[in-house]
């Protein structure tokens, strides 16, 4: 008779040991982070046969490609050459749910893997990344989530240490500032230098 693979326990049904939350990003724990949220990703019955079909054969391109890009937005490593916006562009059939199970299932494996400061710093960018993609993609229209947005000022909030009670619509003082050399809303900013002047 061979020996198991595996010795059983002493112990009558062990709990397999809990994830230990990690203080420090690092680049071999984002890819740790990247590897366990695509899995998730391949097996889900909305985003799986989306990822299947654009990423066949090029899983491991991916998945390098994606710890570059985390890596440089937490780590400030500055290595992610690419434009997210044209990386998308060419899903044509993604719908505002998907994006909804893809921030679901993304910040839910940053909360399983990280404590909560070193959580913040993945979260708040893919919930700005959401928000822009989702208006790039559905029109300046779009409603963003309620709960999308109260997360994102609740992240926010953490971050910065600011209470409930105190205004995160705080602007900075701009008004002994030359305007942006841009045109905002279709109004040119003469336009808006002159009507400033008649107030």
Known sequence: MSKPLIEPSSKPNSLPTPLVRIAEPDETNIR???????????????????????????WDVHLAKMTTFWSSLVLKTKGYRGNVQ?????????????FARWLTLFLDTVDTRYEPAAAVQFMEP??????????????????????????????????????????STELPDRSHVEP???????????????QSGDA
Do not use: C
């Open 32 to 58: 740790e982070l990247v590897d366990a949220f695509y899995r998730r990703v391949d097996d889900d019955l909305l985003l799986g046969p989306i990822f299947a079909r654009e990423l066949a054969g090029r």
């Open 86 to 98: 044209e990386a998308h562009r060419p899903l044509g059939d993604i719908e505002p749910q998907r």
């Open 126 to 167: 893919a919930l700005r990344i959401a928000q822009s993609l989702q208006l790039s993609k559905f029109g300046w229209d779009y409603a963003i989530p309620d709960a999308q947005l109260a997360l994102m000022a609740s992240l926010k909030r953490l971050r910065t240490g600011r209470s409930e009670t105190e205004s």
């Open 180 to 194: 942006f050399p841009v045109k905002l809303s279709g109004v040119e900013n003469t336009e808006l230098r002159d």
